[in-house]
Each structure stands twice: as structure tokens, then as C-alpha cells.
């Protein structure tokens, strides 16, 4: 009983947290090659684009692994377009969020 309800404390305390990070930290890789700066800038400069719109990008993440599940479901030919259009998403998402966040800088 008590070892069931220490893992159930251990994954809520540590899973929980994890998730925000992975999902706030999707675009560290891509504003790293977009303006030379350091890993903690582009860190968060990831996390300052997504946390406004963190479960848009939750959502947004959960589909891109769907599709390239999907393509791996076609007997691991699939995963040969999924994956690099998973990729193409992404990216389309960063330059878009990017050009979101400087119209609202652009106007405040």
C-alpha cells in the first residue's frame, strides 16, 4: 500500500513536471540554428514563445506523434515521410510562433 502510493507520489512529482518542460523546450533546437546564442538563451527563448500558448503546443504535439505513429504503423516504410514531415510541422510552428510573438511585442 505504501510503496503503490510512493511510485504514484514519485511519477505525479517528477511526470508532471517533465511534460511542461518537454513541451516547453520543443523549439530550444530551432531558435539555437535561427540566432547564434547560448543552450540556456535558446532554452528560454523556447520557453518564452510556448508558454503563452502552452497547451495549443500540447495539442499541437500530440497530433505531429500521432501522424508519425501513423506512418510507422505502414510497416516502418511510413516512419521514411512521417518523421521529416513531423519535423517540417515543427518548424512551421516555431517560425509561426515567432511571428506571433513579435506582432504582440510590436503592439504593446
Not at 523546450?25 to 523556447?46: C, E, H, K, T, W
Not at 503546443?57 to 515521410?81: E, K, N, Q
Amino acid at each position: 500500500m505504501f510503496g503503490g502510493l510512493a511510485i504514484m507520489l514519485g511519477l505525479l512529482t517528477f511526470a508532471v513536471p517533465g511534460i511542461y518542460l518537454a513541451v516547453a523546450y520543443i523549439f530550444s533546437g530551432m531558435a539555437m540554428v535561427d540566432r547564434p546564442q547560448s543552450f540556456v538563451d535558446a532554452l528560454n527563448q523556447s520557453r518564452r514563445l510556448v508558454t503563452p500558448h502552452w497547451f495549443d503546443i500540447g495539442l499541437f504535439l500530440l497530433a505531429v506523434v500521432g501522424i508519425v505513429l501513423l506512418g510507422y504503423l505502414a510497416c516502418l516504410v511510413g516512419g521514411f515521410v512521417s518523421v521529416p514531415v513531423g519535423f517540417c510541422m515543427i518548424g512551421a510552428a516555431y517560425d509561426q510562433l515567432l511571428k506571433l510573438s513579435e506582432a504582440t511585442s510590436s503592439e504593446a
